[in-house]
């Protein structure tokens, strides 16, 4: 699919403004810094409200959306679930905004040197093939080989204000998985690929961003280490550093952007 098809799409079968106006609450005509778009994480958790005031636009059953103002700048902030389908069906959706997207999750490190609390970016994100594959017996590596490399002048902006503020950012490959029960079934498969990390989401949203031929960034935070035997599902009192990057660093990177 390229944009002018996406456009079809929405000619066709949508009615746009009555979309973004009663789904999201928002408004096609308004300006923004740039779309911030986070399957679970609320903006309590990046933003301090200190800083910036949220203001809640529509809060439903699978979508959130929010107007994050302050510092002289004003954030679309999207939490819409979980899923490969939830980015591509709702971030498609969004093409008549000029402001740069960035996607914001956490991500596990399938590599020793990654560990909880790191800012990692990917240089490119590999999309696995569809889920029910996961469950399959045999593990198959070519389902895990189609790449969506991120954006090269954002990737470099990002790594310009991460040295700005003496960040270290990591950036590596990140493999987008359908499912974390899947994931753990086949752990020592993946782990032999030899990507970085792994999550569910970024290839579907460097996808989207070639679509709609707009720039933005994934930026993850490492929550787990596979190969030092945490994992996704830990209690977060035993995740302070992953808690720090999430709640104080994501901030001051993106209000950089």
């Not at 529509?58 to 899923?83: H, P, Q, S, W």
């Not at 935070?221 to 209690?235: F, T, V």
């Not at 808690?243 to 952007?257: D, G, H």
Request: glycine letters at 6%; charged letters at 25%.
């Amino acid at each position: 699919m390229d944009k002018e098809q996406l456009n079809e799409i929405i000619k066709k079968y949508y009615n746009y403004d009555d979309m973004l106006k009663y789904k999201y609450k928002i408004d096609k005509d308004k300006n923004y810094n740039a779309i911030i778009i986070a399957p679970t994480w609320r903006p309590e958790f990046v933003f301090d409200k200190k800083s910036f005031e949220t203001v809640e636009l529509k809060r439903g059953r699978g979508i959130e959306t929010y107007d994050i103002l302050g510092e002289n700048k004003a954030y679309l902030f999207m939490r819409i679930g979980k899923g490969v389908t939830s980015i591509y069906d709702n971030m498609l959706l969004l093409g008549n905004y000029e402001c740069p997207f960035i996607f914001i999750g956490s991500a596990g490190s399938l590599k020793q040197e990654i560990i909880p609390g790191d800012i990692l970016v990917p240089s490119i994100s590999i999309a696995s093939a569809e889920s029910s594959t996961l469950f399959d017996n045999r593990f198959n590596s070519d389902n895990y080989k189609n790449t969506f490399p991120s954006d090269e002048h954002m990737l470099k902006t990002v790594h310009e204000i991460c040295l700005s503020l003496g960040y270290d950012l990591k950036t590596g490959t990140v493999l987008s998985i359908n499912s974390i029960i899947g994931e753990y079934f086949h752990l020592d498969d993946i782990i032999r690929l030899g990507y970085d990390a792994i999550e569910q989401e970024t290839a579907a949203f460097n996808h989207c961003l070639q679509i709609l031929e707009k720039a933005g960034i994934p930026l993850l935070c490492i929550s787990d280490n596979s190969l030092q035997g945490s994992h996704y599902n830990e209690p977060f009192e035993n995740k302070e550093r992953y808690l720090e990057t999430r709640e104080k660093k994501l901030e001051k990177i993106i209000s950089r952007i």
